[in-house]
């Protein structure tokens, strides 16, 4: 019988997978067959017996484990937001039929603002000149931070801009005189409710 089994896997090892019907060997045994081989049995009579599958490694990659912390932290700020009352005015009213403050809170933290441009064109190196900002999130930027830095790194000037007549459209309005705006760096960054920022930064390359 030994020398059966030791033939009979040999073959199936050559060929990676034997199907047969429902038989006097097969009908009282299912499983693994050592290290090897699994035997299944199938509604229709039919019995497999293949290769054991390889292991399946399910340790998350870096990435995967990014993607599901930041998920972790969308629920719980969500959650946090159906009981908060300062949350839940801020969200129920723009809520759409079909929706929930929930979901609305939860894609607001999964998506951050982004700085979509800087305007630096009015922007002459005079006390109370203008620097335009249009800065987007999929529900509404909370504010936006500006700061102005000479070529070599040094910060000239930073402070907080104010939203005009639009959603997208922020204004720096400039406290300090300088000689010369050329190779100045000029930093925009939008937040959200939740938290998340996203920022831009222009080089003025020459003065206008």
Same mark, same amino acid.
């Given at each position: 019988?030994?020398?059966?089994?030791?033939?009979?896997?040999?073959?199936?090892?050559?060929?990676?997978?034997?199907?047969?019907?429902?038989?006097?060997?097969?009908?009282?045994?299912?499983?693994?067959?050592?290290?090897?081989?699994?035997?299944?049995?199938?509604?229709?009579? =039919? %019995? &497999?017996?293949? #290769?054991?599958?390889? /292991?399946?490694?399910?340790?998350?990659?870096?990435?995967?484990g !990014?993607? *599901?912390?930041?998920?972790?932290?969308?629920v719980?700020?969500?959650?946090?937001?159906?009981?908060?009352?300062e949350?839940?005015?801020?969200?129920?009213?723009?809520?759409?039929?079909?929706?929930?403050?929930?979901?609305?809170?939860?894609?607001?933290?999964?998506?951050?603002?982004?700085?979509?441009?800087?305007?630096?064109?009015?922007?002459?190196?005079?006390?109370?000149?203008?620097?335009?900002?249009?800065?987007?999130?999929?529900?509404?930027? =909370? %504010? &936006?931070h500006? #700061?102005?830095?000479? /070529?070599?790194?040094?910060?000239?000037?930073e402070?907080?801009? !104010?939203? *005009?007549?639009?959603?997208?459209v922020?204004?720096?309005?400039?406290?300090?005189?300088?000689?010369?705006?050329?190779?100045?760096?000029?930093?925009?960054?939008?937040?959200?409710?939740?938290?998340?920022?996203?920022?831009?930064?222009?080089?003025i390359?020459?003065?206008?």
């Open positions: 019988m030994r020398y059966f089994q030791i033939s009979f896997f040999k073959i199936l090892k050559s060929k990676g997978m034997s199907k047969t019907t429902q038989n006097q060997l097969t009908k009282f045994y299912s499983g693994k067959f050592g290290q090897d081989f699994v035997l299944r049995h199938y509604y229709n009579g =039919k %019995s &497999v017996l293949a #290769k054991l599958p390889k /292991p399946y490694d399910t340790t998350p990659t870096e990435k995967q !990014i993607v *599901r912390t930041e998920f972790t932290l969308a719980g700020y969500a959650k946090g937001c159906r009981i908060n009352p949350k839940l005015a801020l969200y129920g009213p723009t809520v759409k039929v079909g929706r929930s403050v929930y979901r609305q809170a939860m894609n607001d933290y999964l998506n951050p603002p982004e700085v979509e441009r800087i305007e630096i064109r009015d922007y002459k190196g005079h006390n109370g000149d203008t620097i335009r900002v249009v800065a987007i999130d999929d529900f509404r930027v =909370k %504010s &936006v500006l #700061k102005i830095s000479s /070529p070599d790194g040094i910060l000239i000037e402070g907080e801009c !104010i939203a *005009r007549n639009t959603k997208e922020w204004e720096y309005s400039v406290t300090k005189d300088v000689p010369s705006v050329a190779g100045f760096i000029i930093t925009a960054t939008a937040f959200d409710y939740p938290g998340n920022s996203g920022e831009r930064s222009v080089e390359k020459n003065e206008k």
